[in-house]
């Protein structure tokens, strides 16, 4: 059984966009059942939309060297390869989890492989990661907000509370969340905006916006995923309207 603890960075945004919060590096350290290193990984990634300035600067990473980088597609598939046939894979909260369901979306992967053992290693902390290390008295290796050296952080976390291992609580991701969690901010813009103008948005117009089409495509939404989308829609429409304005024919 291997241990793979993982770390990713993003490219962020500091406003909505339509676009994923793609990852653009991936750092992995590979443990074995002592919990010793016996691998590591790292790797940027290149992304299929604009690249954003302030994550380059946030993370320290020239946009030369995102557009040299390999795709998605093939980062994951040598990040599985390294994984091996038995592993668990451990990371600092959920998020990044999440973001790898998302991205093999978008890339039109398989995720199957994401359904073995995924823990959220940092439960048994406090705060986030460099709290939790200054907390415990360890040195902060390397560059924060560098994929492989916050791994190797979390590592040195791990083998502070080798019991995590043991954690049978696994992640899974929530296929409401999945589809929607990336327009949800944009079906709220939306509706606050028609409000603002004195218009009733309803769903009929909101689904044939550009931007909600381009979501469905970067997303590949299916047609019963876009009614998922259309019960946050009717969600929110209520609370911003409320019983003042009927849904149909939302």
């Known amino acids: ?6 770390d990713l960075e993003f490219n962020g945004r500091r406003h909505y966009d339509i676009y994923p919060m793609e990852i653009i590096e991936l750092g992995a350290v590979k443990l074995n059942e002592k919990l010793e290193i016996i691998d590591m990984f790292q790797s940027y990634i290149k992304p299929k939309y604009p690249i954003n300035r302030f994550a ?4 320290g990473i020239q946009e030369k060297t995102l557009k040299e980088a390999e795709p998605f597609t093939q980062v994951i598939e040598r990040f599985r390869s390294f994984c091996g046939e038995e592993f668990i894979v451990f990371a600092w909260g959920c998020s990044d989890f999440f973001s790898l369901f ?3 979306r978008v890339n039109e992967i398989d ?8 823990v959220d290693m940092s439960k048994p902390f406090e705060g986030g990661l460099q ?7 360890l040195p902060s290796l390397g560059q924060h907000h560098s994929a492989l050296d916050d791994a190797l952080n979390a590592v040195q976390l791990l083998k502070l509370k080798p019991e995590i291992v043991q954690h049978s609580h696994y992640y899974r991701p929530d296929p409401m969340k999945l589809v929607t ?3 949800k901010k944009w079906i709220l813009m939306s509706l606050d905006k028609a409000a603002a103008e004195g218009h009733v948005l309803r769903w009929e117009e909101f689904v044939s916006n550009g931007q909600t089409q381009a979501y469905s495509r ?3 939404l299916t047609e019963q995923e876009l009614q998922m989308v259309k019960v946050l829609f009717i969600k929110y429409f209520k609370q911003k309207y409320g019983r003042k304005v009927k849904l149909q024919p939302v």
Request: proline share 0%; charged share 15%.
């Open 131 to 137: 709290q939790a290390l200054a907390t415990h008295e």
């Open 56 to 59: 380059l600067e946030f993370c």
């Open 218 to 220: 970067i997303m590949h």
């Open 181 to 183: 969690g990336g327009i």
């Open 111 to 118: 995720n199957d492989w994401l359904t073995q053992r995924l």
């Open 1 to 6: 059984m291997n241990y793979i603890v993982i």
């Open 102 to 104: 998302v991205d093999c």
